[in-house]
């Protein structure tokens, strides 16, 4: 039972990061015609990195 629930909770995060339609923060990389965005979900971004948790965070202050 377990099993499969963590093999579907797996399954439903792939589906999270590939979804485009409920991303709320988009990256910009580049210049001019030599751009490149990103778009994210915001609160996978600030458990995977300790720079953008604390940059996202003091920027809604």
């Known amino acids: 039972m377990f099993k499969q629930f963590f093999t579907n909770l797996s399954q439903n ?3 999270i990061l590939k979804d485009d339609n ?3 923060i988009t990256i910009e990389v580049g210049n001019g015609s030599n751009v ?3 778009r994210a979900h915001k609160i996978i971004m600030c458990y995977r ?3 953008l ?3 996202l965070s ?3 202050k």
């Open 13 to 15: 995060f792939v589906e």
């Open 22 to 24: 409920y991303y709320d």
């Open 36 to 38: 490149k965005i990103f």
């Open 49 to 51: 990195s300790p720079f």
């Open 53 to 55: 948790r604390r940059t």
């Open 58 to 60: 003091s920027n809604k």
